[in-house]
């Protein structure tokens, strides 16, 4: 391992991002400090994220930082319902994330080059935030795997969901409402 340590930080950077799992990235972190300052923060709290559709600021950390956008593998949007206190929509979700954070989403998605499973679970966006992701999909480089869009209401919805062949094969589960 000591001969890694030799290594210019962008290479170590770029061996990292072959490991797809927090729980492995947690690991390398411990083998040697280098890895660990690669690691921490931005591979590890990137691999995954939940998060709402509508909520702007997690989409412009992404655009902000591209490369940060590049670590994560797995997406899942969440429903608003969820964390909701008292009927309430959760507090970061004000009418300037509503109105923007979809949009962001949107541009987000094409710079997560290596996502692997993308999973939409709100059936509260409208059937325009739903083209807009797709068409995101389709215009991407991403290496998905799996996508799931469950709860969606498709009534009414006219996009077109192709996907080009360096995305095939992988799985896709639709859940129809």
Same mark, same amino acid.
């Given at each position: 391992m000591s001969s890694q340590l030799h290594l210019p930080p962008e290479l170590l950077d770029k061996i990292v991002e072959f490991v797809d799992k927090p729980a492995d990235l947690r %690991?390398?972190?411990?083998?040697a400090r280098i890895f660990h300052s690669i690691i921490f923060p931005h591979h590890i &709290?990137?691999?995954? #994220?939940?998060?709402?559709a509508r909520d702007a600021r997690v989409w412009e950390r992404l655009l902000k930082h591209p490369?940060?956008? %590049?670590?994560?593998?797995?997406?899942?949007?969440?429903?608003?319902?969820?964390?909701?206190?008292?009927? &309430?929509?959760?507090? #970061?979700?004000?009418?300037?994330?509503?109105?923007?954070?979809?949009q962001l989403l949107g541009l987000a998605l094409p710079l997560m080059t290596n996502l692997r499973r993308f999973i939409w679970e709100d059936s509260t966006l409208g059937n325009r935030t739903l083209d807009t992701v797709i068409q995101a999909i389709n215009n991407s480089p991403m290496q998905l795997q799996e996508l799931s869009l469950n709860g969606l209401?498709?009534?009414?919805?006219?996009?077109?969901?192709r996907f080009p062949p360096s995305m095939v094969p992988f799985s896709v589960c639709f859940s129809l409402t």
């Amino acid at each position: 391992m000591s001969s890694q340590l030799h290594l210019p930080p962008e290479l170590l950077d770029k061996i990292v991002e072959f490991v797809d799992k927090p729980a492995d990235l947690r %690991s390398l972190a411990l083998s040697a400090r280098i890895f660990h300052s690669i690691i921490f923060p931005h591979h590890i &709290k990137n691999r995954e #994220i939940r998060a709402y559709a509508r909520d702007a600021r997690v989409w412009e950390r992404l655009l902000k930082h591209p490369c940060r956008a %590049s670590y994560v593998r797995v997406l899942e949007i969440i429903p608003e319902t969820v964390g909701l206190t008292c009927g &309430k929509p959760p507090a #970061i979700l004000n009418a300037y994330s509503r109105i923007l954070g979809a949009q962001l989403l949107g541009l987000a998605l094409p710079l997560m080059t290596n996502l692997r499973r993308f999973i939409w679970e709100d059936s509260t966006l409208g059937n325009r935030t739903l083209d807009t992701v797709i068409q995101a999909i389709n215009n991407s480089p991403m290496q998905l795997q799996e996508l799931s869009l469950n709860g969606l209401d498709w009534s009414g919805f006219y996009g077109d969901l192709r996907f080009p062949p360096s995305m095939v094969p992988f799985s896709v589960c639709f859940s129809l409402t």
